[in-house]
C-alpha cells in the first residue's frame, strides 16, 4: 500500500506570497492532519480533517487555512508568507479509531525569503 | 494542557549497545495514546511504537520496546543491538485525549537527537 505523498517537497517563496501545500493520504485513510516543524517552536498540530470537515484546530493565525476533498486528499493554503512560515510541513493520515495511528509524509520544506 | 517532555537533547551510544531515550508526560485523562516517531535527516516521521494507556503489557515492535510506568507518568523507548541506521531525531508524543471519538491531535516532545558510533 502506497504510504503518504506530500507535494511539492520543496518550495521557495518571497513574503507576502501565498502557498498552496497537498497531501494524499494512504488509501483507506479518512483522517488528514496536518503539522509545523521549526527548529525553535518543534512540532506543532496546525489542524486536522475528517470527512471534508475541519475537526481540530491548533493555535496559528487565520492565514493557515485548509480543506480536505471527498477522495480525502487535503491542501493547506498559507496566504500572506511571513519569513516565520519558513519551516518543514508534515501531513499524516489515520483511520478514525481513538487507537489508530497516524502515519506521515515526507514533508513539504518551504523557505520564505 | 497536555505536555511531553523528552529531556536528553542528545546520546550518543556505540553501535550494538542498547540505548533508552526518556520520555514523560503529563495528562488528568485516564484514557491516552502515546507513540515514538524517528526522525532521519530526510526528514519524514516514522512510527516506530504505540502504547495505549489501559493496555496491560508493555508494547513491543521488533528492536524497539517501551518501558511504560503508568504511575511515574513515563514512557521510554529502549532500542536493542543499536545500529549505524538508527542515527536520527527521536520523537515521543501524545495523541491529546478528550477530543472525542477517533479524533487526532499529537502533541510532541521536543525530541532526542540520538546518534550511533561506530
Known amino acids: 500500500k502506497a504510504g503518504v505523498t506530500q507535494t511539492p517537497r520543496y518550495l521557495i517563496k518571497t513574503r507576502g506570497q501565498q502557498v498552496t501545500l497537498s497531501c494524499s493520504p494512504i488509501?483507506?485513510?479518512?483522517?488528514v492532519s496536518w503539522y509545523q516543524q521549526t527548529p525553535g517552536q518543534g512540532l506543532q498540530f496546525l489542524f486536522e480533517?475528517?470527512?471534508?470537515?475541519?475537526?481540530n484546530k491548533g493555535n496559528f493565525p487565520g492565514r493557515f487555512s485548509g480543506r480536505q476533498f471527498s477522495n480525502s486528499r487535503s491542501e493547506m493554503n498559507v496566504s500572506t508568507l511571513e519569513l516565520g512560515d519558513s519551516a518543514l510541513y508534515l501531513c499524516?493520515?489515520?483511520?478514525?479509531?481513538?487507537?489508530?495511528?497516524?502515519?506521515f509524509g515526507p514533508g513539504t520544506r518551504l523557505t520564505v525569503l | 494542557a497536555q505536555k511531553i517532555t523528552q529531556t536528553q537533547p542528545g546520546m550518543f551510544v556505540q553501535e550494538k549497545e542498547a540505548v533508552t531515550l526518556d520520555c514523560t508526560y503529563d495528562?488528568?485523562?485516564?484514557?491516552?495514546?502515546l507513540f515514538w516517531y524517528k526522525q532521519p535527516s530526510s526528514g519524514e516521521m516514522i512510527f516506530l511504537i504505540y502504547?495505549?494507556?489501559?493496555?496491560?503489557q508493555n508494547a513491543t515492535e521488533g528492536r524497539y520496546s517501551l518501558n511504560f510506568q503508568k504511575a511515574r507518568k513515563s514512557a521510554n523507548l529502549v532500542i536493542s543491538a543499536s545500529q549505524l541506521g538508527d542515527s536520527a531525531m527521536y520523537f515521543c508524543?501524545?495523541?491529546?485525549?478528550?477530543?472525542?471519538?477517533?479524533?487526532?491531535?499529537?502533541?510532541f516532545g521536543q525530541g532526542t537527537r540520538l546518534t550511533i558510533n561506530p
Open positions: 480533517y475528517f470527512s471534508e470537515t475541519q475537526r
Open positions: 499524516a493520515s489515520s483511520l478514525d479509531g481513538p487507537t489508530d495511528t497516524q502515519y
Open positions: 508524543a501524545m495523541r491529546e485525549p478528550g477530543l472525542g471519538q477517533g479524533a487526532q491531535k499529537l502533541v
Open positions: 488509501s483507506g485513510h479518512r483522517s
Open positions: 502504547q495505549g494507556s489501559y493496555d496491560q
Open positions: 495528562t488528568s485523562d485516564p484514557s491516552y495514546g
